[in-house]
């Protein structure tokens, strides 16, 4: 399996845990960090954002956040984000919380 393809799989399941649980909530992609003295400068964060029914993504590299940007549904936001991971390689931790 590649890795756009297991990075989509492995979104949509958080991404349906998180449906089945709450109505708002965000689904987090972090690399695996590095120890507590490294510059955190150069790590790159990805989020969807379920809020009211509305759909958004948002990026975080190199100290700054991209402005969110609206979906057009669910699929959208994952192929969004599963494209920016591929780009960015790290050993990644996929998870949901609560808005």
């Known amino acids: 399996m590649s890795k756009i393809r297991y990075y989509r799989w492995r979104l949509r399941q958080v991404v349906k845990e998180a449906q089945t649980q709450v109505k708002d909530f965000k689904v987090v992609a972090s690399p695996e960090r590095p ?4 510059d955190l400068a150069y790590f790159f964060d990805a989020f969807i954002f379920v809020v009211n029914g509305e759909i958004y993504v948002q990026f975080a590299e190199y100290k ?5 940007m609206k979906c057009n549904n669910v699929e959208e936001a994952i192929d969004r984000v599963a494209k920016w ?3 960015h390689p790290s050993k990644w931790h996929i998870d949901w919380e609560k808005i």
């Open 35 to 38: 120890p507590w003295n490294t």
């Open 64 to 68: 700054s956040l991209s402005p969110p």
């Open 85 to 87: 991971m591929v780009k």
